[in-house]
């Protein structure tokens, strides 16, 4: 993953990632310690097309923090959740030395690229298989224990809202999350090994 900062303003492009311009922008209502960071087609760089936003928050000791994220419908399935996400951890490095932690989540969406991203869960004790299906556009998921039912967490308005289909058994390359947790840091890249968050796309 090639990432070019040009700047680190919060009203203004940063950066570009694969085909995409990397911008941050500040919260309206809290400018000051909330700001969003946002992919979007390249090309007219004035109204290029908004394809994915993370949102994010400064706390008072300086730690920044995920708050969420989203990705336009019709570009889910292609990745841009795990590389926005590997993008701002990135940049979180460079700015703040240090990667962001998130909020506690109920969308196994966003549970799964953390899980990529080797952000270990703050409480691991809800764990759930999960796997997109690309032709109906939904997240399969399952409890780990297939006699657990999700319905009371997941009811028919959340699951419509975030596009989750539940299923009795594991879907097929689905893959271990945990939800209804936050998630701390990934470890730092050390000196020795040079490894750091990294930015591949796959299929989350």
């Known amino acids: 993953m090639d990432i070019i900062i040009d700047k680190i303003y919060m009203r203004s492009l940063v950066g570009s990632v694969s085909s995409y311009d990397v911008a941050l922008l500040r919260d309206r209502l809290d400018p000051d310690s909330r700001f969003s960071m946002l992919l979007s087609d390249d090309g007219d760089r004035a109204k290029g097309k908004k394809v994915a936003r993370l949102l994010a ?68 004790s809800f764990p759930v298989y999960v796997s997109f299906n690309a032709v109906t556009g939904r997240t399969l998921m399952c409890h780990e224990n297939r006699l657990v039912d999700l319905r009371p967490q997941y009811p028919k308005s959340v699951r419509r809202a975030q596009g989750i289909e539940l299923v009795p058994d594991r879907p097929k390359g689905g893959r271990k999350v945990h939800v209804l947790t936050g998630y701390s840091s990934p470890p730092p890249p050390s000196s020795e090994d040079g490894k750091a968050v990294s930015g591949e796309v796959d299929e989350c």
Do not use: Q, W
């Open 57 to 124: 928050e400064i706390r008072e000791d300086g730690s920044v923090v995920i708050r969420g994220m989203e990705v336009k419908r019709e570009h889910r399935g292609e990745g841009l959740a795990k590389l926005i996400t590997a993008v701002f951890c990135k940049f979180c490095l460079l700015t703040f030395g240090a990667y962001p932690s998130s909020l506690p989540t109920n969308k196994p969406g966003i549970a799964a690229v953390l899980t990529s991203l080797s952000f270990p869960p703050s409480r691991p």
